[in-house]
């Protein structure tokens, strides 16, 4: 994670390099030249995750960073933070920028907690701006997503539904879509090995890490091979009212986990940091916070069954795990941890579970093949 | 047969004649040789007349020339004398015998081995003063440029980054681009810490332009820096004389310049370059031993007096270039001692200006360098991102509205309370002055409340006023600038509305849980003026510094050995003024991590 910063003092330099450091940027670069920030951009523009521009430094009159920003696709999903100094005479007041691209603005004097603060707003929302949902599905999905995406418009951001029926028109309409396109629902039928060489590239490339993708099934059979690139799995209910409450909770959470994203991924780390450590006090109220922002990010619900675990809490680990396999079915330290710390007459239901939704876990294998030695 | 007859000439023409720019162009062996073209040299010459040319009406011929500087104590040559090797004994006696005439010492100031070899058998006092690097185009390598570039990697970064380096000449580039060269040779003239040097030092970088060479860097079309390389034309060599950057330009400017220069030289045919001579570097061997004190001081100069001249950093520059070799020059002295009037000689020339006025543009210049606000950055918490200071001093009183505005009224109250000696007024203190007696018999009643606001802005007496401004202006207003109007004047009020009352009770009761009594002075004590807000704002200003507590436990330390040494238990007023400061200042930008 590289962050940018242009600022023209030495020592609000220094001291900001030290604060992105702190919040987990592994590289800070930084300078008081305009062209030196567009030369570190540029040589970077799949790893900038942030840029932090003052307002003291003058943006030229060919507003030469805010056109690199916006010409550069590779940098749509980075936001930039706008720093300024409230009472002197600035730049970019003198000269107004038809081009700006702010996502956030931060007034000095600040500390740690506001920069922070500032980024995870700035991150908001240019996740906000990614409103177009992609169905690769047939048209009942699609008039599905649309009805839902109407019904719950005062809770979601999505705006625009764009679907396909072929993985060709699919690829078509990711690149079409670009940096709008802010989720990807996937429909069992249209499932290929294409698809999921496909998706395996997708997933590393910077736009695909921040892209949240649901597979329309919890099907273990057809869910195995693409399992690894999803982030959620719901099954389609039968009946009308049931399906619309599902696409409606589905655009709810897909919203959730784009607009909260960079704060979710820090907090879950920043907790994970915390349990080795042993603050569990800490660690604690960051799950808390992760869980408030979004109730079904389940990676929260394994760190908050394993740190119950770690306080003797027996039940509200099980718990925790229970209602982890509820979001995600195909991770297998929920199945391993119920196992280890259910009762015997449930243990054998979580080993059946675990044997159809992680079949090749080698743990989970040695599990059955011991359950069927002690059974006669 | 051609006769000659020598003749000398003292002669001192202020600029060149084109006669001696000719002889200086051809026999010119030194490497300042040609700096001696510039203005404010005078010249003493030497002749060769011919019989024949006489005959047949011709003029004298001109063989030597010494450039020199002449001051209240003696003519300070520029580098050795030019001209034929042998002549050279011959000028040097003659120039001295024409000082001495006059009463005059004779300094050399740089001289070569040889001449200062030849000096030290005529008799002179003969002492190192530097080393000169040379870098010899002969020898490097062809791929010099990517051997430097591989060694300094500032310069690689800026190669890499797109900058790029071309030769010049000034009367072929645009009215816009000299502009700008001219304006970024002020721009580093001004950010010097020296005051502008003359004789060989002059930085007149459009000087001689049809003889210099010249260098710019361009970077992203913008030129950011410019060299001037002068030549030494007997041995087809060149000095980089002036290295020029604009204070702003990125990192490694200065070295790609010179290495993209070396290497055009080079490519052009040049035999050697040179950076210029490096002051004061440690002599070694068994010239140091010939004076063992001076050597011991100009050693001593050379590690400790940085601050005044960067004698090390300018040797550690010019060391990075891997010079082939590093030549001793001299400094020659015709008295048998080096003295006084042998030093004012040297400082006079070199500075080109008398020693009292040396010194004032030295103190006034490093007034108008001193900033304050950036020796008060340098100290600033890094757990805070305080605001950029404003770039001209003139947007101080923008940035710091409060101050100015509190400053004004204070010298205004104060104007309108004082009597005719200067003092305040018995009844304006009595009514407007805060004390506890007054204070605690009515309670909070909007008259009290008018009382403790108004007591801050009067003052006892002139010193009081300007101790408090002097507080006021510079911390408060520091604080203001980096830290906003809001903080400033929620800390000042504070400070100024609870401090008083909070210590009478507080002090009231200790003492009454001591079985004490104070006295009906403690609590008839009046007191008034502005420092308890400016002790509320220095509280706070604490909070944005570096090593914050023990700031903190000095200036309350401070405050408690005041009170101890007046005796007056109302002077632990400012202890509680800090404490509310800084309570603001945590409550507004608490340290959550520790990052200083």
Redesign the interface.
């Known amino acids: 994670m590289v962050a940018i910063i242009l600022e023209e003092n030495n020592h609000t330099r220094l001291v900001l390099t030290k604060m992105l450091s702190v919040l987990g940027y592994e590289s800070v670069l930084s300078s008081s030249h305009i062209d030196e920030v567009c030369f570190y951009i540029s040589q970077n523009l799949n790893r900038v995750k942030l840029i932090l521009s003052a307002s003291s430094v003058d943006d030229g009159p060919d507003f030469p960073l805010s056109r690199l920003v916006i010409q550069n696709r590779e940098l749509d999903l980075t936001p930039m933070v706008y720093i300024q100094n409230e009472s002197h005479f600035y730049s970019q007041a003198r000269h107004p920028n038809p081009l700006s691209r702010i996502d956030d603005t931060l007034t000095k004097p600040f500390i740690v907690k506001d920069l922070k603060a500032s980024i995870v707003r700035a991150h908001q929302r240019r996740a906000a701006l990614r409103n177009t949902i992609l169905i690769l599905g047939n048209q009942l999905h699609r008039e599905n997503a649309i009805e839902a995406m109407y019904d719950s418009q005062d809770s979601t951001h999505w705006k625009e539904v764009l679907s396909a029926d072929t993985f060709e028109s699919f690829k078509a309409a990711v690149l079409k879509g670009g940096f709008r396109v802010g989720s990807i629902l996937i429909a069992p039928e249209f499932l290929s090995h294409q698809l999921v060489a496909w998706l395996r590239l997708f997933r590393r490339s910077p736009h695909g890490i921040e892209t949240p993708i649901a597979f329309l099934s919890q099907d273990p059979g057809l869910a195995h091979e693409i399992r690894p690139h999803c982030d959620l799995f719901v099954s389609d209910p039968k009946t009308v009212a049931l399906k619309m409450g599902m696409w409606r909770q589905l655009l709810l959470n897909l919203s959730r986990r784009l607009l909260h994203g960079w704060q979710l991924r820090d907090l879950l780390a920043t907790a994970k940091d915390k349990i080795k450590s042993g603050d569990v006090g800490s660690a604690k109220k960051n799950l808390k916070q992760a869980l408030a922002l979004d109730s079904t990010r389940w990676e929260a619900h394994e760190l908050e069954g394993i740190l119950a675990e770690k306080s003797g809490k027996t039940e509200a680990a099980i718990e925790s795990f229970k209602t982890e396999l509820g979001l995600q079915p195909f991770a297998p330290l929920p199945y391993l941890k119920l196992i280890q710390l259910a009762s015997v007459s449930d243990r054998d239901r979580f080993i059946t579970s675990a044997a159809v939704y992680c079949p090749h876990h080698p743990q989970i294998q040695a599990l059955i093949g011991q359950a069927k030695v002690s059974r006669p | 047969m051609t006769e000659a007859k020598i003749e000398f000439s003292q002669e001192s023409d202020e600029a060149g004649s084109d006669e001696i720019s000719k002889h200086i162009l051809k026999y010119g062996h030194n490497f300042t040789s040609v700096v001696t073209l510039y203005t404010g040299f005078k010249y003493f010459k030497k002749y060769r007349s011919h019989n024949r040319l006489q005959e047949l009406g011709g003029s004298k011929e001109l063989v030597g020339v010494i450039a020199y500087v002449e001051t209240p104590t003696a003519w300070v040559a520029a580098g050795d004398p030019i001209c034929e090797e042998n002549l050279a004994r011959e000028m040097i006696v003659d120039f001295v015998k024409m000082a001495r005439k006059i009463s005059k010492i004779c300094i050399f100031l740089p001289t070569s081995k040889k001449n200062a070899a030849l000096a030290r058998k005529m008799g002179f006092t003969v002492f190192e003063i530097g080393k000169n690097p040379w870098i010899s185009l002969n020898t490097v390598s062809p791929t010099v440029k990517e051997q430097y570039l591989q060694k300094l990697h500032v310069a690689r970064q800026l190669h890499a980054?797109?900058a790029i380096v071309e030769r010049f000449d000034p009367l072929q580039i645009t009215t816009r681009e000299r502009l700008e060269l001219d304006s970024i040779a002020a721009q580093w003239l001004r950010s010097k810490k020296t005051i502008p040097l003359a004789f060989l030092n002059q930085v007149k970088p459009w000087s001689l332009v049809r003889v210099k060479r010249y260098y710019r860097v361009l970077?992203?079309g913008?030129q950011i820096g410019f060299l001037a390389a002068i030549p030494i034309p007997v041995t087809n060599s060149w000095y980089l004389i002036d290295l020029i950057r604009s204070p702003?330009s990125?990192l490694g400017t200065t070295e790609l310049l010179v290495i993209e220069a070396i290497d055009l030289l080079k490519k052009e045919g040049a035999n050697e370059v040179t950076l210029g001579t490096s002051v004061l570097v440690p002599v070694t061997g068994q010239e140091r031993e010939l004076h063992k004190i001076g050597y011991r001081i100009s050693n001593f100069m050379f590690d400790h007096f940085n601050f005044f001249y960067g004698f090390k950093s300018l040797y550690q520059y010019k060391d990075k270039f891997e010079t082939t070799h590093w030549e001793p020059v001299y400094l020659i002295s015709s008295s048998r001692f080096f003295g006084i009037r042998a030093s004012y000689g040297i400082i006079r020339a070199l500075f080109g200006k008398p020693v009292t006025t040396i010194l004032a543009t030295a103190f006034f210049k490093a007034l108008a360098q001193f900033d304050l606000a950036a020796v008060l950055?340098?100290y600033?918490s890094?757990?805070?991102?305080?605001?950029?200071?404003?770039k001209r001093r003139s947007?101080f009183i923008?940035?710091a509205?409060s101050v100015s505005v509190l400053t004004f009224m204070n010298i205004l109250f104060f104007l309108f309370a004082i009597d005719r000696t200067n003092r305040l007024r018995p009844i304006v203190k009595e009514f407007f002055g805060y004390s506890w007696e007054h204070f605690s018999g009515t309670g909070l009643e909007f008259q009290n409340l008018r009382t403790l606001l108004l007591s801050s802005f009067l003052h006892f007496d002139l010193t009081h006023l300007v101790f408090n401004l002097l507080l006021l202006v510079f911390l408060v207003g520091f604080l203001e600038l980096?830290?906003?109007?809001v903080l400033v004047v929620t800390c000042y009020f504070f400070g100024v509305m609870l401090s008083n009352p909070m210590t009478s009770v507080a002090v009231a009761a200790f003492l009454h849980v001591v079985r004490l009594d104070p006295g009906a002075q403690f609590f008839q004590k009046i007191d008034v003026g502005c420092s308890l807000g400016v002790f509320s704002c220095l509280g706070a200003f604490c909070h944005?510094m570096k090593r914050s507590g023990l700031l903190i436990f000095l200036l309350l330390f401070g405050i408690v050995i005041y009170a101890a040494l007046v005796s007056d238990l109302m002077a632990l007023n400012h202890l509680v003024a800090v404490g509310i400061g800084l309570l603001v200042a945590m409550k507004q930008?608490?340290?959550?991590?520790k990052?200083d």
Request: net charge positive; charged share 15%.
């Open positions: 980054k797109g970077f992203h913008q702003q990125p950055h340098r600033l890094h757990s805070i991102v305080t605001r950029t200071l404003p947007l923008v940035g509205k980096i830290a906003g109007s944005f930008y608490p340290k959550a991590m990052l």
